[in-house]
T-cell receptor
Framework: GQQLNQSPQSMFIQEGEDVSMNCTSS?????WLWYKQDPGEGPVLLIA?????ELTSNGRLTAQFGITRKDSFLNISASIPSDVGIYFC????????????FGKGTRLSVIA | EAEVAQSPRYKITEKSQAVAFWCDPI?????LYWYRQILGQGPELLVQ????????DSQLPKDRFSAERLKGVDSTLKIQPAELGDSAMYLC?????????FGPGTRLTVT
């Protein structure tokens, strides 16, 4: 089946630093989504991307849909302690409601 | 803001026992998913419903897992008998317009 490679697996950064993480696929996706999951909770949607090359921001978060349609990037600027959590990329290769394929997550730790 | 509801939030059960999880999707969302998430991994699909019909249950271990959505609204996922390897977070999600919204999950521990 389809797999997503998400990197890095974990990051330790200082408060105020910028963060970058990415996700690559072996096949073309039509939709990329980025979620954040806090311990013991379900994933919460951060950003949704629908077109190759699309760049979308949500506050300090910016995500891009790669031109090849096989990758996506998430950047967090000026990190704060509440950014701590696990960030998941998810993609869908078909239109409609076919299930998402998830990466294994990037665990972000912010040192105050 | 509408949310996906799940209960219970936590469940501890002994192996070979039966266990059931409940999900109430966001009102108006016809598509409902059950995912299983093992610690340190991303969610993996178990079953997808469109209204009351199963669309995809290819990854559901049907010898012990069952899922239903009788009236096309809320859904129940059952495991019987539970095994040690079933310990995981069980997530329900509903979707509209291709966006999946997740509930808080049920953390299952099988002892």
């Amino acid at each position: 089946g389809q797999q997503l490679n998400q990197s890095p697996q974990s990051m330790f950064i200082q408060e105020g630093e910028d963060v970058s993480m990415n996700c690559t696929s072996s096949s073309i996706f039509n939709t990329w989504l980025w979620y954040k999951q806090d311990p013991g909770e379900g994933p919460v949607l951060l950003i949704a991307l629908y077109k190759a090359g699309e760049l979308t921001s949500n506050g300090r978060l910016t995500a891009q849909f790669g031109i090849t349609r096989k990758d996506s990037f998430l950047n967090i600027s000026a990190s704060i302690p509440s950014d701590v959590g696990i960030y998941f990329c998810a993609g869908r290769s078909n239109s409609g409601n076919t299930p998402l394929v998830f990466g294994k997550g990037t665990r972000l730790s912010v040192i105050a | 803001e509408a949310e996906v509801a799940q209960s219970p939030r936590y469940k501890i059960t002994e192996k070979s026992q039966a266990v059931a999880f409940w999900c109430d999707p966001i009102s108006g969302h016809a598509t409902l998913y059950w995912y299983r998430q093992i610690l340190g991994q991303g969610p993996e699909l178990l079953v997808q419903f469109q209204d009351e019909s199963v669309v995809d249950d290819s990854q559901l271990p049907k010898d012990r897992f069952s899922a239903e959505r009788l009236k096309g609204v809320d859904s129940t996922l059952k495991i019987q008998p539970a095994e040690l390897g079933d310990s995981a977070m069980y997530l329900c999600a509903s979707s509209l317009g291709g966006i999946e919204y997740f509930g808080p999950g049920t953390r299952l521990t099988v002892t």
